[in-house]
């Protein structure tokens, strides 16, 4: 079965703090992809990164940046020097070939940047 | 361009009633799903279609579920006989294709319907 595991349920930071979103996955397939959205309060999710399962090379863009771990099945998520336009909740999904296209989401974590 | 729209943005209705919840994909998508979010839960996937065919549908709850796309651009997702636990917010996005294999097209998605069963 393929599962998406966030563990953090909420956390709360003081803006230009650095924070990190945890995420774990399971899959028994060998080729997947990841993802992570942001949903902020109005309601849209917003897609922020795919990284598909042959490529662990962490990426960064702007103050995001996503490191990948196969040992560990992780995929995790930092922003830098969080802002207050950060606060959303945020979604790791997974996508296994073996499942057509639809995403398995985790239960999201919601990030609160206070001033 | 436009993106993906959903009406109407609220729906409340009485237990029991019949509903339809509505997904206008960006042009030229080929491909529409529909997920299901509860109350500080992730969503959940429903059904996606490929063109007018539903491709997978082993997200549907149960027989009260079912939706179409009859000209393979809007879709309607129907809620016959809707029970409290139906509550929550429906989710609908689209892509440019779809595909089993390792290719992977972006879903875009919608702003949701909250449907409210009293």
């Known amino acids: 079965a393929q599962k998406v595991t966030q563990a953090q349920t909420e956390i709360s930071v003081v803006e230009k703090e650095d924070v990190t979103l945890d995420c774990v996955y399971e899959?028994?397939?060998?080729?997947?992809?990841l993802f992570w959205y942001k949903q902020p309060p109005s309601g849209e999710l917003v897609f922020l990164i795919r990284?598909?399962?042959?490529?662990?090379q962490n990426e960064i863009s702007g103050r995001y940046s996503w490191n990948f771990q196969k040992s560990t099945s992780s995929f995790n998520f930092t922003i830098t020097a969080s802002q207050v336009v950060d606060s959303a909740v945020y979604f790791c999904a997974l996508i296994f070939t073996g499942g057509g296209n639809k995403l398995t989401f985790g239960t999201g974590t919601q990030l609160k940047v206070e001033l | 361009g436009a993106g993906v729209s959903q009406t109407p943005s609220n729906k409340v209705t009485e237990k029991g009633k019949y509903v339809e919840l509505r997904c206008d994909p960006i042009s030229g998508h080929t491909a529409l799903y529909w997920y299901r979010q509860s109350l500080g839960q992730g969503p959940e996937f429903l059904i996606y279609?490929?063109?007018?065919?539903?491709?997978?549908d082993s997200g549907l709850p149960n027989d009260r579920f079912f939706a179409v796309r009859p000209e393979g651009s809007v879709s309607t997702l129907k809620i016959q006989r809707t029970e409290r636990g139906d509550s929550a917010v429906y989710l609908c996005?689209?892509?440019?294709?779809?595909?089993?294999?390792?290719?992977?097209?972006?879903?875009?998605f919608g702003p949701g319907t909250r449907l409210t069963v009293l």
């Open positions: 279609f490929q063109g007018t065919g539903a491709a997978d």
């Open positions: 990284r598909n399962s042959f490529d662990e």
């Open positions: 899959t028994r397939d060998t080729t997947y992809y």
């Open positions: 996005a689209s892509s440019l294709e779809a595909s089993g294999g390792p290719l992977y097209n972006e879903q875009f």
